[in-house]
């Protein structure tokens, strides 16, 4: 009876250990996920706001009179 409960109670150890794992792990990976949507946002709204800088004419230092 005893070495049953032994065996019971490492079981459910194990498998609590084993769910804590898995959601740490989805943790940092959805971190990463997230994290890279992110940055991949941040350089297309980069490049968009130097693209429309090229588009306008180049203004001079100096004028023509």
Same mark, same amino acid.
């Given at each position: 009876?005893?070495?049953?409960?032994?065996? %019971? =109670?490492? /079981?459910?150890?194990?498998?609590? @250990? %084993? /769910? %804590? @794992?898995?959601?740490?792990?989805?943790?940092?990976?959805?971190? *990463?996920?997230?994290?890279?949507?992110? $940055?991949?946002?941040?350089?297309?709204? *980069? =490049?968009?706001? +130097?693209?429309? /800088? +090229?588009?306008? &004419? &180049?203004? $001079?230092?100096? *004028? =023509? +009179?």
């Amino acid at each position: 009876m005893i070495q049953r409960l032994r065996e %019971l =109670i490492g /079981a459910v150890s194990f498998h609590r @250990g %084993l /769910a %804590l @794992g898995a959601l740490v792990g989805s943790a940092i990976a959805g971190s *990463t996920v997230w994290a890279k949507v992110r $940055s991949g946002r941040e350089a297309s709204r *980069t =490049i968009r706001h +130097d693209s429309r /800088a +090229d588009a306008s &004419p &180049p203004r $001079s230092a100096t *004028t =023509i +009179d």
